[in-house]
C-alpha cells in the first residue's frame, strides 16, 4: 500500500506556512486510500537548543494545530518522534552508512548553520540520517514536503542503497518516495525573499496559527508590498516578491489560482486588497484557531491521542529495526 509520511517540527508556534504548505495537503491527501503517517518531529527540533517547556508546549500545540484543520487521528497515524525511539536508533545506523561527505554538500545544513558551523550542534549536521530513518522505518512511498526538503529525501534513497549494498540485501526501498509538489511556499511578510518562519526574529513577519483577528489585521496591513498596487496580470508580479507572497497567500487560503486572485483584483491598491486578504485568512484560521484553543485546555487528552498514535507507529516500526539490527549483525537474545 501507498504510504505517506511526513513531519513538522515543534521549534515554535505553528505558522500559515507550516498550514497551506504542509497540513492543509496532508488533510486533503488522507481522503485517498493511502495509509498516512503524520509526526511532531521533536527530536529534529532539538537540533537546535529549544527551552524544555516551550517544547512540550509546542508539541502539543502542533498536534492540537493537525487535530484541529483535519488530520483524524483514526484514519491516520499521528504522533510525536520521540515517543517511538525506533527513530533515533535507525538514524544511529544511519549515521554509520551515510558519508561525511553527503552531509557536506547539504545546502540547508549550510544555511541553518549559517557562517559559524563550528559552532551548530552535530545533530543539526547528522537531520538528514535522522530524516532518512523517519521515512524508511515506515517503507514510505509519498513524503509530501516542501522544495526546501528536497535534497535530504535524495539522500534518504543514497543511505537505503548503499545500506543494500554493504549488507548485501534488498531491505530498504530505494524507489525515491514522490515529493508531492510543487507545494505552495509562503513568504516572510517583511522580505519576500525568505521563507516564512516559525523561529524568524520577528513576530511581525509571520501568521501564526493562534494570532486572533486583530493581530491578523495588523500584520496584513503592516507587511511589505510596494507602490504599485496589484497588476493587470500575474505577470505583472515577476520580480515583486512580497505582492507575490500576498497573492499566493490568498489563492491558497481560498483554493484558488493567483490568476483568479488578480482577474477580480486587477488594479486595486493594496489598501483594498490587505483588508480583504485579512478577512479572509480570520475566516479561515479563526474556525482552527479554536479549535485548536480548545483541543489545548485538555493537555492531558492531546497526550493521550500522542501516545496512542506512537503505539500504531511502534506496531510498524519495530519489527523493521529488529530485522535492521539482524542484518547489520547486532546481537539480541
Ligand atoms: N513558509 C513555508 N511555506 C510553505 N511550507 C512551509 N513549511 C515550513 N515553512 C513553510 C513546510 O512545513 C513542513 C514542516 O516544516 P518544519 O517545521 O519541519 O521545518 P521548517 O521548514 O524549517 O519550518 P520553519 O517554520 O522554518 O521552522 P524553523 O524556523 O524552526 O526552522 C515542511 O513540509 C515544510 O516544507
Redesign the pocket.
Known amino acids: 500500500t501507498p504510504r505517506v509520511f ?4 515543534p ?2 508556534g505553528l ?1 500559515l ?2 498550514y ?3 497540513i492543509k495537503r496532508w488533510v486533503d491527501m488522507q481522503s485517498s486510500d493511502m495509509e498516512s503517517i503524520y509526526c511532531a ?1 521533536d527530536l ?2 532539538i537540533t ?1 537548543w529549544q527551552d524544555p517547556e516551550a517544547l512540550k508546549n509546542g508539541t502539543r500545540e502542533l498536534a492540537a494545530g493537525m487535530l484541529a484543520s483535519g488530520i483524524d487521528p483514526e484514519q491516520s497515524i499521528l504522533f510525536n518522534q520521540s515517543q517511538v525511539p525506533e527513530h533515533a536508533q535507525l538514524a544511529w545506523i544511519f549515521n554509520c552508512v551515510a558519508r561525511v561527505g553527503w552531509m557536506n554538500r547539504m545546502t540547508q545544513f549550510k544555511d ?1 548553520a549559517g557562517k559559524n558551523a563550528e559552532k551548530a550542534s552535530l545533530g543539526l549536521y547528522a537531520y538528514p540520517s535522522l530524516m532518512a530513518a523517519d521515512i524508511l522505518m515506515y517503507h514510505a512511498t509519498h513524503v ?3 522544495e ?2 528536497k535534497q535530504h529525501v535524495e539522500l534518504t534513497r543514497d543511505i537505503a542503497n548503499k545500506f543494500n549494498n554493504d549488507f548485501g540485501v534488498d531491505f530498504f526501498p530505494v524507489t525515491e518516495p514522490v515529493i508531492e509538489g510543487p ?5 516572510n511578510l517583511r522580505d519576500g525573499t525568505k ?6 526574529e520577528s513576530d511581525m513577519e509571520r501568521i501564526n496559527m493562534l494570532d486572533d483577528a486583530d493581530k491578523i489585521a495588523k500584520k496584513f496591513k503592516k507587511a511589505k508590498s510596494d507602490p504599485e498596487g496589484l497588476p493587470e496580470t500575474v505577470e505583472g508580479l515577476e520580480g515583486r516578491p512580497e505582492a507575490k507572497n500576498l497573492v499566493d497567500i490568498y489563492a491558497g487560503l481560498n483554493d484558488m489560482t493567483p490568476e483568479t486572485v488578480i482577474a477580480e483584483y486587477a488594479g486595486a491598491q493594496w489598501g483594498k486588497f490587505k483588508p480583504a486578504l485579512a478577512d479572509l485568512a480570520v475566516a479561515k484560521l479563526a474556525p482552527i484557531s479554536d479549535e485548536m484553543k480548545r483541543l489545548m485546555d485538555d493537555p492531558a487528552e492531546i497526550d493521550r491521542k500522542l501516545a496512542r498514535g506512537a503505539e500504531k507507529a511502534r506496531a510498524i516500526a519495530t519489527p523493521i529495526l529488529e530485522k535492521t539490527y539482524d542484518i547489520v549483525g547486532l546481537l539480541r537474545s
Do not use: Y
Open positions: 511526513s513531519g513538522i517540527k521549534s515554535g505558522t506556512g507550516n497551506l504548505g504542509a518531529v529534529h527540533a537546535v541553518k509530501p514536503v516542501g526546501d526538503q507545494g505552495m511556499r509562503v513568504m521563507k516564512m518562519s516559525k523561529s524568524g
